[in-house]
Structures are given as C-alpha cells and as structure tokens.
C-alpha cells in the first residue's frame, strides 16, 4: 500500500511541476518583447532603426535547467537577427533572487567578447566561454555556474526578470557627447517588459 501511495504522490508531483514552473521553452519564455521597437538614442522609433539594429532587437528570453547539468541556469535570449551581434553590443538578461540583483551580461567590444555575472550593479564575476551563438535561431544562450549566483537550489524563485540589449558607440567621447545631448550613451537600445518569475528545478 505504502509503494502505491508513493507512485501516486509521484504522479501527482511530476504531473504538477510543469504547470508551476512554466519554464526552459521557446515556445513559453518568461520574457516576451515586442518587435522592431528598438529605440534610437533611447529616444526614436524609426523605421530605418529598426531595419539596421536586428541584433538588438529582443523578441523574447527564457530560463531552463538540464538534469544532467544540475550546477547550471541556462539563460536563452532571443533577436531579431543575431548576424551582426559581435559590433559593439551589450546584452543583458537581469533577475532578482532573494532582494538581490543579479545580470548575466555579454559585451562586444572592439572584436573582444566578455561575459560576467554583475551582481547589484558593481560586483562582476567573468565568465569563460559561458555564451553560446545561435545563428540559426538567432539566439545567445548563457550557461551560468549556479554558485556565481547566490547557490539557487530547487524550490527558489528568480522574479523581477528583465532583458536589455543595447548598441554602443566606438568612441567613448561621441559617447558621452550623445548622453549630455540625449540622455543615453547608446546608438540604439531596447528593453524588455518586466517578465515572469522562474523556479529553480535542481
Ligand atoms: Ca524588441
Ligand atoms: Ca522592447
């Protein structure tokens, strides 16, 4: 009797776990966004804009986990069109994990690529080889040790989610010329609504 019970309670857990965590799909991401609505100079929506800044236009990211890889949190952001992402890009998913901020970010930069976790804004911890390019999907998928961001375990939420994808200037002067002109230091930039929480599976 006491195998049955658990096979039922089995049932009964796997058969409820996918409802709640609603997570790691294309098809159902946490972050959804609209498209061509990348605004230049953070300020204007321009046709041509959009027709040049594919690779910064976000459609939409989502979280995922593997069971055979239970130390990671792997984080999917998805473009317009990834073809161009190596210029002077800056990609950014952000999430809050127990009243803390946390980002996994990559930046292009004169033909270097870096990535960090950036935690409340200052702290970074780089990370090697840990963004994946998709050209087919037009996707950039981190994979993230889940000690560099406060050890999640099952059961624990990431909430607040938030993508940003921004393109920047070669020239920090032209930079900083465009942000006491318009407010904003980047060429173009787009920035998703606040998207669903995720919870940790493993
Ligand atoms: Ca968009
Ligand atoms: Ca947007």
Redesign the pocket.
Known sequence: MKKITSLICCFLVVGIIPQIVNAGDPTNPEIT??KN?VLLFGQFSLPIANRMLKHID?LSAWFSEKSDEPNFLYVTLQLQDVKKIRLMGIYAVDWYYEGIEYAIMTIFEHGKETTVVQIQGTENITLEDSCLIDEEKNTMTWAIPKEAIGDVTAGDTLDSTLAIAGLRFCSNRLANLMKERFGCNAIGI???EEGKGYIILY
């Open positions: 966004d609209s609505d976000i787009d920035i998703s």
